[in-house]
């Protein structure tokens, strides 16, 4: 059974530009989430899909946005893009919303330059 | 905010012996997860343990839950180099999870 598949796993992009990341769940997992990782703020949620629906979203500002597609795949976009969002982007996917475990993949470690 | 506190923030320890990771939370919550991470990589679970259970065992590692103290405690035995890495306790509430900042393990050989 594949596990969670993030791309890119890499990616430098400039200030003020744009970046989509995306995230492809376990099969027959319905729930992605979205948390950002770094040094000083630790791991902090972004938001979470099921069902194509946004269910929870996490204090981040309007420039961070994502969707869910109808097979569970999910996209998350950040606009605007400002050294502050140098981070480490991971996703997890689960089987259902609450509680189960969740299964992660490796992460897109973006840097803003 | 960080919901989950992991102490202490690093640990050296050698191989075979035990260690003991604490967390403690600030909210009711559905349960609480431990998860590993290598070198910010992604992160894998361990282990769950609902709020309505108080021990939990997987392997070389237990897990317990105090409600009451809002503390959960991590111990992994007879530990291996292996092991190096972070450990992150994340508490589960609303199907949203919330980490700690994590123990950093470091294992000699």
């Known amino acids: 059974k594949a596990g969670v598949t993030q791309t890119p796993r890499y990616l430098i992009k400039t200030r003020g530009q744009q970046v989509t990341l995306s995230c492809s769940p376990i099969?027959?997992?319905?729930?992605v989430s979205w948390y950002q990782q770094t040094p000083g703020q630790g791991l902090q949620f972004l938001f979470e899909?099921?069902?194509?629906?946004?269910?929870n979203k996490g204090n981040f500002p309007g420039r961070f946005s994502g969707r869910q597609f109808s097979n569970s795949r999910s996209e998350m976009n950040v606009s605007t893009l400002e050294l502050g969002d140098s981070a480490l982007y991971l996703c997890?996917?689960?089987?259902?919303?609450?509680?189960?475990?969740?299964?992660f993949g490796q992460g897109t470690r973006l840097t803003v330059v | 905010s960080q919901q989950g506190e992991e102490d202490p923030q690093a640990l050296s320890i050698q191989e075979g012996e035990n260690a003991t990771m604490n967390c403690s939370y600030k909210?009711?919550?559905?349960?609480l997860q431990w998860y590993r991470q290598n070198s910010g990589r992604g992160l894998v679970h361990l282990i769950l343990?609902?709020?309505?259970?108080r021990e939990k065992h997987s392997g070389r590692l237990r897990v317990t839950l105090d409600t009451s103290k809002k503390s959960s405690s991590l111990l992994i035995t007879a530990s291996r180099a292996a092991d190096t890495a972070s450990y992150f306790c994340?508490?589960?509430?609303?199907?949203?999870?919330?980490f700690g900042k994590g123990t950093m393990l470091l294992v000699s050989p």
């Open positions: 909210t009711s919550i559905n349960n």
């Open positions: 997890a996917s689960s089987l259902d919303p609450g509680d189960t475990e969740a299964f």
């Open positions: 994340a508490t589960e509430r609303y199907s949203t999870l919330t």
């Open positions: 899909y099921f069902s194509e629906t946004q269910r």
């Open positions: 343990i609902r709020s309505n259970e």
């Open positions: 099969s027959g997992h319905r729930s």
